[in-house]
């Protein structure tokens, strides 16, 4: 690549034959475009990510909204909640929380840096903010429910599953985690759109296998404010989760040389693995299942959404697989203040309410 695609490029840019701003605009690309470094965001190149950028602060909403109590005497009885449903609860907490912090930190630390446009970089920026959301939203819930913060940021330390797990993820973020990686070249251009595919696979596998967890246990009058509090995260994974395909699908076009056929399989395989890895995670925790939650199931429900991730970024799908919990649409979809969803909670402000 040309040495255009620098950040930060306004320094060198005092000159009687400097760019107009039109030119500039074209030139604007997902990674290795040209940027001064000044958020020029108007006009756009790449409007989806405005687009997203503005959806994103429609969502808005804070952890300190939704109530816990019935979640809190839940918890305290000794009646309402299977010693199995416990630990399935807290184990995928520690899950979701660990995702949420690494998510965090590989945002700020990884990808933002490479993004050469602006647009891009406002709607990267938000998703940041919104995944440090995310982590104060689990530590509302640990404090609420008195659990113990070892047993829940420190449970990968004890339970082998999932520190295999969390090592699987963090190897996918790490290839570009160096501070001396620069896009530009072929192969690091490749491992970069590695690591947006990787984003997708974070955001949209294994975050929904967790959540389902949730809305299994809220399907059965079990925890219902983690679960809301579980779709206001899922609301927001939502919308990285398009922003993450758009990305992709993006540099894809701007350098349409990276999508090889070996590559393809890369991510083909990289998808793949992830629905492996989640499902054993998934079937370590459920034994023979919960409330109708059995690993064959769930094994389905992956495979179902893990075709939807290959087919969104252009790929076949590899399971054909059905969804088998429909009902989950009610819960991740739609104007969940019309169907009254929360009884008793619904709010007459955009912000902090689940209007998608
Ligand atoms: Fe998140
Ligand atoms: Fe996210």
């Known amino acids: 690549m040309t040495t255009e695609s620098k950040k930060g490029m306004f320094q060198d840019e005092f000159s009687e034959?400097?760019?107009?701003?039109?030119?500039?605009?074209?030139?604007?690309?997902?990674?290795?475009?040209?940027?001064?470094?000044l958020m020029q965001v108007s006009p756009l190149k790449h409007p989806w990510a405005y687009d997203l950028f503005e959806k994103m602060i429609k969502n808005n909403w804070?952890?300190?909204?939704?109530?816990?109590?019935?979640?809190?005497d839940m918890w305290k009885s000794d009646s309402e909640l299977t010693p199995q449903e416990r630990e399935v609860y807290q184990r995928s907490l520690a899950f979701v929380s660990n995702l949420d912090g690494l998510q965090t930190n590989n945002l700020a630390c990884n990808i933002i840096r490479h993004i050469t446009s602006p647009e891009v970089t406002l709607a990267v920026v938000r998703q940041t903010y919104e995944e440090a959301?995310?982590?104060?939203?689990?530590a509302t819930m640990i404090e609420a429910l008195s659990l113990e913060p070892e047993e829940v940021?420190?449970?990968?330390?004890?339970?082998?599953?999932?520190?295999?797990?969390?090592?699987e993820v963090l190897k996918a973020t790490s290839k570009i985690a160096s501070p001396t990686f620069e896009t530009g070249t072929f192969e690091h251009d490749q491992m970069f759109l590695e690591a947006c595919v990787g984003n997708i696979i974070l955001e949209g596998i294994y975050f929904y296998s967790a959540f389902l967890i949730f809305y299994v246990l809220k399907r059965n009058n079990k925890m219902p404010g983690s679960a809301e509090m579980i779709q206001f995260i899922n609301r927001d994974e939502d919308m990285h989760l398009r922003l993450f395909i758009h990305i992709t699908n993006a540099i894809k076009e701007e350098q349409p040389e990276l999508w090889t056929e070996a590559f393809q399989q890369r991510i083909r395989d990289n998808v793949?693995?992830?629905?492996?890895?989640?499902?054993?995670?998934?079937?370590?925790?459920?034994?023979?299942?919960?409330?109708?939650?059995?690993?064959?199931?769930?094994?389905?429900?992956?495979?179902?959404?893990?075709?939807?991730r290959l087919q969104a970024i252009g790929l076949e799908k590899e399971w054909n697989s059905e969804n088998p919990f429909p009902w989950i649409d009610q819960f991740t979809q739609g104007n969940m203040i019309e169907v009254n969803f929360f009884e008793g909670t619904v709010r007459e402000y955009q912000t902090g309410s689940l209007e998608w």
């Open 17 to 37: 034959s400097k760019m107009s701003n039109t030119e500039i605009i074209n030139k604007r690309r997902v990674i290795n475009g040209y940027d001064d470094g």
């Open 153 to 167: 940021y420190g449970l990968y330390r004890s339970d082998q599953n999932l520190y295999e797990k969390n090592q």
């Open 62 to 72: 804070v952890p300190q909204e939704v109530s816990m109590q019935a979640d809190v």
């Open 133 to 138: 959301l995310h982590v104060q939203s689990y």
């Open 272 to 308: 793949k693995a992830s629905v492996e890895l989640e499902y054993s995670w998934g079937a370590s925790c459920l034994a023979d299942g919960i409330l109708g939650l059995t690993p064959d199931k769930l094994r389905e429900y992956l495979q179902f959404t893990g075709d939807n």
